[in-house]
């Protein structure tokens, strides 16, 4: 089962082709936001360097967020377009659940992104041997709130960390919680996004093309926020 999968919820914008769980070839860029400008030639690049052609793929994978407001419509677009155009099934993938797929043994990860003004997206997941099984589903969380909450659970087993919220705030987690691990990757690849969307669609989980946000964007709660001051 060949599989195109593409990640643009962080500045990477990275496409993959897959042969069920193994990848054939994965390109990537870092060049901040300009997946507009970057994901279609991307995609025709790797198509060509694997003698391969859309209508190969049985399976079409983007991760949805949470993540870059634009870079999730870019990518979800993108992956509706060719759905649309040929017989091929489309699946979305959350984008914390991909990073999860960076921590190959058995045991828990908590997957963090970012999402600035000591704000994070977390999802904890458990890696059962077999399975990603959720044990906190995804959400916008305050960092300090959200490690005390897990202090406070007094686990009695590690949580290995993963994603540019385990960087950044990685003096803060061993602080509350000084028995944590890291991985060693912590980016979003196309790879992973490429292998939950194969472990979905093995067992048939839902997976809808739909953003996954958690949060409003800037210019909406700035409106809001406007808004609510006009009315006082």
């Given at each position: 089962?060949?599989?195109?999968?593409i990640?643009?919820?962080?500045?990477?914008c990275?496409?993959a082709?897959?042969e069920?769980?193994?990848?054939?070839?994965?390109?990537s860029?870092?060049?901040?936001l300009t997946?507009s400008?970057?994901?279609m030639?991307?995609?025709?690049q790797?198509?060509?360097?694997?003698?391969?052609?859309?209508t190969?793929?049985d399976?079409?994978?983007?991760?949805?967020?949470?993540?870059?407001?634009?870079?999730?419509?870019?990518?979800?677009?993108t992956?509706?377009a060719?759905?649309d155009?040929?017989?091929?099934k489309a699946?979305?993938?959350?984008?914390?659940?991909?990073?999860?797929?960076?921590?190959?043994?058995?045991?828990v990860?908590?997957?963090?992104?970012?999402?600035?003004?000591?704000?994070?997206?977390?999802?904890?997941?458990?890696n059962?041997?077999?399975?990603?099984?959720?044990?906190?589903?995804?959400?916008?969380?305050?960092?300090?709130?959200?490690?005390?909450e897990?202090q406070?659970l007094?686990?009695d087993?590690p949580?290995?960390?993963?994603?540019?919220g385990a960087?950044?705030y990685?003096?803060?987690?061993l602080n509350?919680?000084?028995?944590?691990k890291f991985?060693l990757?912590?980016e979003?690849?196309?790879?992973?996004?490429?292998m939950a969307?194969?472990?979905?669609y093995?067992?048939?989980i839902?997976?809808?093309l739909?953003p996954?946000y958690?949060r409003k964007s800037?210019?909406e709660?700035?409106w809001?926020d406007?808004?609510?001051?006009s009315?006082?």
């Amino acid at each position: 089962m060949k599989i195109l999968s593409i990640t643009t919820s962080s500045p990477i914008c990275g496409v993959a082709i897959l042969e069920d769980f193994a990848p054939l070839k994965e390109i990537s860029l870092n060049n901040g936001l300009t997946h507009s400008e970057t994901l279609m030639p991307m995609i025709k690049q790797i198509l060509e360097e694997t003698n391969l052609q859309l209508t190969d793929m049985d399976l079409l994978v983007c991760d949805i967020g949470p993540g870059s407001f634009t870079g999730i419509r870019i990518g979800i677009a993108t992956i509706k377009a060719f759905a649309d155009s040929l017989p091929i099934k489309a699946i979305g993938i959350n984008s914390l659940e991909a990073l999860s797929y960076h921590f190959k043994t058995c045991g828990v990860v908590c997957s963090l992104l970012d999402a600035k003004k000591d704000n994070v997206y977390c999802e904890i997941l458990e890696n059962t041997g077999e399975f990603y099984v959720p044990r906190r589903i995804a959400s916008f969380e305050n960092i300090d709130n959200f490690l005390f909450e897990l202090q406070h659970l007094k686990l009695d087993y590690p949580l290995t960390f993963v994603g540019s919220g385990a960087i950044h705030y990685k003096d803060k987690i061993l602080n509350y919680l000084p028995n944590s691990k890291f991985t060693l990757n912590h980016e979003l690849s196309a790879v992973n996004v490429g292998m939950a969307g194969m472990y979905h669609y093995t067992n048939k989980i839902i997976s809808e093309l739909q953003p996954l946000y958690l949060r409003k964007s800037e210019a909406e709660q700035k409106w809001e926020d406007k808004q609510s001051g006009s009315k006082q």
